[in-house]
């Protein structure tokens, strides 16, 4: 059984990929873990909130479930990203940035948030993501994002080595699809934070020194990053504007 390709060479792929991803970049194995840890413990400092009844406090209410959730998807995206599930951390991934999305779109415009839940009204995704960065559901979310989900020919990215003219089995260290991942999902980490105080401007963040300082280290470290990131890869200064307008809030 052994001679094929089955549960056991995958875990041992895994294994072997995750060496691999650890000394890849430097600080991505350290900072990423512990920014979401920090957004595991943030759902404890909301503070207090609207009446749930009214249109704000609706709103502020999926916000508050989506920051209890979210946790462990982004959790989850990390370690596909770290054993070379690279397709399945993308897919996990336009789901977290859908949420945060929504979050974002419907505290700005409360009054649409119930007609949208109850299908009476609802509103588009290209709407959301145009209201703050017009272009990039065009661009990015509809034309390599969501065709990620879809599946078809996005698959043989990830499946099938054309350089070498080989079928990918198991598991195997890519640096360019790793990075890919790692590089949309640190401005997303970026965005949860700079959403809390927005979300809830009466959260009690500030009571706790230890937990306010985490916050503070994590947002200065995903600035880093975003920023390095954009210095070694002129490339991406498009892409990179359009997401810095989905995460950023005046």
Not at 79 to 87: A, P, Q
Not at 134 to 143: I, N, R, V
Request: glycine content about 4%; charged content about 20%; proline content about 4%.
């Amino acid at each position: 059984m052994d001679d094929f390709l089955g549960l056991n060479y995958i875990a041992m792929s895994e294994k072997a990929v995750k060496r691999y991803t650890k000394s890849y970049l430097k600080g991505i194995d350290e900072n990423v873990p512990n920014t979401i840890d920090l957004i595991f413990k943030l759902s404890y400092f909301i503070g207090e909130t609207a009446d749930p009844e009214s249109d704000i406090g609706a709103t502020q209410s999926i916000c508050r479930i989506q920051y209890l959730q979210s946790p462990y998807s982004l959790w989850s995206i990390f370690k596909l990203y770290e054993e070379g599930y690279y397709l399945e951390a993308q897919v996990l991934y336009r789901h977290v940035l859908e949420t945060f999305i929504q979050s974002r779109y419907f505290y700005k415009h409360p009054s649409k948030l119930i007609d949208h839940v109850n299908g009476t009204k609802r509103v588009n995704f290209s709407v959301m993501f145009n209201e703050f960065s017009p272009g990039y559901y065009k661009l990015y979310y509809k034309k390599f994002i969501s065709e990620a989900v879809h599946g078809l020919a996005i698959k043989d990215i990830y499946r099938v080595d054309r350089k070498n003219s080989r079928t990918i089995l198991g598991l195997e260290f890519s640096e360019d699809l790793a990075s890919t991942i790692i590089n949309q999902f640190v401005p997303l980490l970026y965005g949860f934070l700079n959403g809390f105080p927005v979300f809830f401007p009466q959260n009690n963040l500030i009571e706790n020194p230890a937990i306010n300082k985490a916050f503070v280290d994590s947002k200065n470290w995903l600035e880093y990053a975003i920023d390095s990131h954009t210095k070694s890869n002129p490339h991406s200064v498009i892409w990179i504007n359009h997401m810095k307008e989905l995460i950023t809030f005046s």
